[in-house]
């Protein structure tokens, strides 16, 4: 089973910056893609950034040249460096993890597994 453990929210100022971390762990089991993903208040979870295992990333419009997503695939971990941070990031926000691992009888089991979330707020 997959375990997921956030960190790093908190409360900014406009301008600010926050690295959240995101912790995977379980038995057998590789990550490949992480990702992170927010939901503000009244609105659905929405992508933020994603990083593969080789290391490609892709960004949501609103958040490139701001925010990097990064991983220490030896540690299992995520990392989302947020800079320029403004009023509209405030959200909750989930990593995720999509996993695979083999069952007893050799067969590939993939999924996702989401974090707690984290709530981060910018305000003045």
């Known amino acids: 089973q997959v375990q997921l453990v956030e960190s790093g929210g908190g409360l900014v100022q406009p301008g600010g910056s926050l690295r959240l971390s995101c912790a995977a762990s379980g038995k057998g089991i590789s990550i490949t893609a992480m990702g992170w993903h927010r939901q503000g208040p009244g609105y659905p979870r929405d992508l933020v950034a994603t990083?593969?295992?080789?290391?490609?990333?892709n960004y949501a419009d609103v958040v490139k040249g701001r925010f990097t997503i990064s991983r220490d695939n030896a540690k299992n971990t995520g990392y989302l460096q947020m800079n320029s941070l403004r009023p509209e990031d405030t959200a909750v926000y989930f990593c995720?993890?999509?996993?695979?691992?083999?069952?007893?009888?050799?067969?590939?089991?993939?999924?996702?597994?989401w974090g707690q979330g984290t709530q981060v707020t910018v305000s003045s």
């Open positions: 995720s993890a999509d996993y695979i691992y083999y069952n007893d009888e050799g067969a590939p089991v993939v999924g996702r597994h």
């Open positions: 990083i593969t295992s080789g290391g490609i990333t």
